[in-house]
């Protein structure tokens, strides 16, 4: 699996970087499928008056399907857990589906 990484308004360091692949390439446990995530990661835009708020968001490339998922967060690392919480949830339903087509198909 690629995952392609990029920043809006920050800088994309070993740790944020690390943090990031740790997190999708997780995600293949629930679907061997996955080929591709991309994933940004950076400063929300129109927030500067409630402080600092990390947006994240990542596309996912399965099965001829694009699942995009975006959150944000007072907190960059608690905005990547968002996306692949919500990521996790939206691949197990996707494959459920198709494993339900499959039995039709029978």
Known sequence: ?????????????????????EKMEGLEK??????HIDVEVGMANG??????IYECKANVQIGGETIMV?????????????VKDHLRETITQ?????????REGE
């Open 1 to 21: 699996m690629t995952i392609n990484i990029n920043t809006r308004d920050m800088e994309l360091t070993p740790a944020i970087k690390q943090y990031v692949e």
């Open 30 to 35: 629930y679907l061997e499928s996955i080929r």
């Open 47 to 52: 927030h500067h008056n409630k402080g600092n």
């Open 70 to 82: 975006e959150r944000d967060a007072d907190d960059l690392y608690k905005a990547i857990d968002k």
């Open 94 to 102: 996707w494959k459920e589906k198709m494993e339900e087509r499959g």
